[in-house]
């Protein structure tokens, strides 16, 4: 008899990661898939970083780490939360995690209790309600759509407030849509909040880096909400380092103590060598990844003509990372190919099965009408998947 727990009955299994090994079946079966599923930078990892990372290895950096990470690295991280954000943390306030995802868990798991409410500004990162379920709390969408530039209004996050809600998550630039909000935006977002000192604030700058002209504004600065702000980052996208699994956080510290206590049970501290390389990358100006962040840049402007080519696909004009999230709407309904098309889950089936390419249903990131596309790929791999796109469409 097979007994599973409730706690991982009620947990979905992750859509990206979900897409990425349908993808891998098919490829499997012979099948060529090109693969806009998952958000993960197609470069290498600097030769820079690397050095560090070997360095480490022959200086024999190998026995376990503190669980808070090595005391040189939490200062570096302090250094560059000062550098790019204007933040003042001291090293009791850094906790390094095995990726920006365990980060976010600590962070919910040490303030969440059952029945407390996690307001998600939607589009949100798949991971962020699943957490929340697993902290046993309520996840609650503030819904935003094309037409908003996928933002909420300062309005909508009062009303979606209630006496149980404890923590909001905002993560900018935004995985799915790429949207960035802007420091008067976040302003405005955060004159509602200092209504409520009860309410944290969790603020996601995985793809800081990643932007293409609107300057990054972290939450944190507003001095009124330094206090209950946790700041959540890594080195995975902006420096091609996804595999080394590193992330951080900047919070006040009582918190980082917690996520200290917690992390020191679930899987104590980060790996040795990776923390090393970490201490390279972020130390770097961020000039030593311009490269990466200008080839992005490039591949968005092509990705963006050719879907707008495309009838019935809506499009924004994202500010940041390496995904597009195009509303799909107009084709619900509709009978493509022989298959029925009702929403979004459908249509990005139908594109795996019809076109061979890989992206991820909106539904998973709390917008029904909308499809990720990430353009962490090669220029002839856009190219080639949006043409299959757009034929198997006409």
Not at 32 to 38: F, N, R
Not at 234 to 256: C, D, N, Q, S
Not at 333 to 342: E, R, V, Y
């Amino acid at each position: 008899m097979e007994v599973l727990s409730q706690r991982i009955n009620s947990l979905p299994v992750s859509a990206t990661l979900a897409m990425a090994a349908k993808a891998r079946e098919l490829k499997n079966q012979g099948i060529d898939i090109i693969g806009l599923s998952l958000g993960e930078p197609d470069f290498n990892t600097p030769d820079f970083i690397k050095e560090a990372a070997v360095q480490a290895v022959n200086d024999n950096w190998n026995s376990y780490s503190p669980v808070d990470g090595y005391a040189d690295l939490k200062e570096a991280i302090c250094d560059k939360f000062k550098r790019d954000n204007q933040l003042t943390y001291t090293p009791s306030q850094i906790v390094v995690s095995t990726g920006a995802k365990q980060s976010i868990a600590n962070v919910c798991m040490v303030l969440l209790d059952p029945g407390d409410e996690v307001l998600l500004p939607a589009p949100y990162w798949v991971s962020y309600s699943a957490i929340a379920t697993l902290a046993e709390a309520k996840s609650t969408i503030i819904p935003s759509s094309i037409e908003t530039d996928f933002k909420i209004t300062p309005d909508q996050l009062e009303k979606a407030i209630t006496s149980k809600t404890k923590l909001v998550m905002f993560n900018s630039p935004n995985n799915p849509s790429g949207t960035i909000y802007t420091e008067e935006e976040y302003r405005a977002l955060g004159k509602v909040l200092e209504k409520y000192p009860e309410i944290y604030i969790l603020s996601d700058e995985i793809y800081e880096h990643i932007n293409y002209g609107t300057p990054h504004f972290s939450i944190a600065a507003i001095p009124e909400l330094y206090d209950r702000t946790i700041t959540v980052n890594g080195v995975a996208k902006a420096f091609a380092m996804t595999g080394w699994r590193i992330g951080y956080i900047g919070a006040p510290e009582w918190i980082a103590k917690a996520c200290n206590k917690m992390q020191g049970q679930i899987t104590s501290g980060a790996n040795c060598i990776a923390q090393r390389a970490t201490i390279a990358a972020v130390s770097a100006p961020v000039s030593a990844i311009q490269y990466m962040v200008d080839e992005f840049a490039s591949r968005r402007e092509i990705i963006i003509e050719l879907l707008t080519a495309i009838p019935g696909i809506k499009l924004n004009r994202p500010q940041g990372a390496f995904y597009v999230f195009p509303d799909v709407s107009y084709y619900f309904g509709k009978t493509l190919k022989g298959k029925q098309i009702q929403n979004a889950t459908d249509f990005a089936l139908f594109l795996l099965e019809e076109a061979h390419v890989a992206t991820v249903t909106g539904e998973a990131f709390g917008n029904k009408n909308c499809i990720r596309i990430s353009y962490a790929a090669s220029e002839e791999s856009i190219r080639t998947a949006v043409n299959r796109i757009e034929n198997a469409l006409k």
